[in-house]
């Protein structure tokens, strides 16, 4: 008789013999898979460690820069297309080694923009616009350094650094830092503050300023503990240590000090001029100032005349080298302890040669 269910026994003996093959199988495969997985995982980490050794590094840190090196910076940093163009063009002509590892100092990133600037220069490659890009790009490349190091206590300020005291009118007083010590730092001050009535209060909170090498400027808040006369006739301030330290939004362009004479003169305005009429119109008169530092966005002119704010301006600087005048607005005065007041210029109008000649004597490329 035929049995289409088989022989209908339901052994369990029969059927642990039916499916014992089958879970063999599957812990075979089990730890062929978990062997596969162990060594992926050692082959990842030695890959891993390859990556991270020195040995690589001083590798990729030797051979020459490529595309998606610049391309890796871009992304990382929120550089624009035209930084991604200026950057690639000034490792291509100066034939660089990789440029990521370019961007831990502002002095490796500024040898680098110098010699392409000498290169491009000879070999008439800029534009005025594209000498502005290459001014642009390097300062983001400068503060992007400078946020990498950026300080967080009064015990990173070096020795021979300039603080700026803040007095309440607003008053800015240079200060050098002497010794930096683990509980206090020492700043020498100026005799006439030492013996002015209005210098600051011991233990009182009194504000200061600075700037690091690499350009970052910051606010601070500290305590002064004395004030000493030292044996060789100066006159010193004794600070406590902070950790109250604010970084300040940081300029669009980098600025330089120097003194230089200029003139500068009155400005009428007209808004929506008609066809044939220029929006700035110049006074006649102008008045010797001295430029005392300057950016390709504005600079600061001291003068004894008492000039308000929010005046618009037209400012000359023949000693740089710029023959055209600049329109400016003073957007802030400052009365100095000489009793000249410092003026404070945003410029308005201003061509792209001149901010490139601006640029130039910024960085010092040309002198």
């Known amino acids: 008789m035929f049995l289409l269910y088989g022989s209908g026994s339901g052994s369990p003996i029969e059927a642990r013999q039916t499916h014992a093959p089958d879970i063999a199988i599957i812990i075979v495969l089990l730890i062929i898979f978990a062997a596969i997985l162990g060594i992926a995982f050692v082959i990842y980490m030695r890959i891993a460690n390859y990556y991270k050794s020195e040995k690589y590094l001083e590798k990729e840190r030797n051979r020459k820069t490529k595309f998606k090196d610049v391309q890796k910076l871009a992304k990382e940093h929120n550089l624009s297309n035209a930084d991604c163009s200026i950057l690639w063009e000034v490792c291509r002509v100066t034939e660089c080694n990789n440029v990521v590892f370019y961007i831990k100092s502002n002095s490796e990133v500024n040898e680098l923009f110098r010699e392409a600037y000498q290169i491009m220069k000879d070999k008439k490659l800029f534009t005025e616009q594209k000498m502005n890009d290459f001014f642009v790009c390097l300062f983001k490349l400068e503060k992007i350094v400078a946020q990498t190091k950026k300080v967080l206590s009064t015990r990173q300020i070096p020795p021979s650094a300039v603080?700026?005291?803040?007095?309440?009118?607003?008053?800015?007083?240079?200060?050098?830092?002497?010794?930096?010590?683990?509980?206090?730092?020492?700043?020498?001050?100026?005799?006439?503050l030492y013996d002015e009535r209005r210098r600051p209060a011991l233990l009182t909170r009194s504000r200061f300023t600075f700037k690091t090498s690499d350009g970052l400027s910051y606010n601070l808040i500290t305590r002064i503990i004395r004030y000493n006369e030292g044996n060789d006739g100066k006159y010193y301030m004794v600070l406590s240590h902070s950790e109250q330290l604010e970084c300040q939004a940081q300029r669009n362009f980098k600025r330089d000090f120097f003194e230089k004479e200029c003139h500068f003169s009155a400005v009428r305005v007209t808004d929506n001029p008609p066809k044939g009429v220029e929006k700035y119109q110049l006074s006649e008169k102008q008045y010797a100032g001295k430029l005392t530092n300057i950016s390709a966005g504005g600079?600061?002119?001291?003068?004894?005349?008492?000039?308000?704010?929010?005046?618009?301006?037209?400012?000359?600087?023949?000693?740089?080298?710029?023959?055209?005048?600049?329109?400016?607005?003073?957007?802030?005065?400052?009365?100095?302890?000489?009793?000249?007041?410092?003026?404070?210029?945003?410029?308005?109008q201003i061509s792209l040669s001149a901010k490139n000649r601006i640029y130039t004597l910024v960085y010092k490329y040309e002198l």
Request: with cysteine; proline share 6%; glycine share 6%.
């Open 163 to 192: 603080i700026f005291y803040i007095s309440n009118e607003g008053e800015q007083y240079p200060f050098t830092v002497i010794q930096n010590q683990k509980d206090f730092f020492t700043a020498e001050i100026p005799q006439f």
């Open 299 to 348: 600079c600061c002119i001291q003068t004894d005349l008492p000039i308000k704010e929010k005046q618009f301006i037209g400012v000359k600087l023949p000693e740089t080298g710029i023959e055209e005048t600049i329109i400016g607005i003073i957007k802030k005065t400052r009365r100095l302890p000489t009793g000249k007041l410092a003026l404070h210029i945003q410029f308005m």
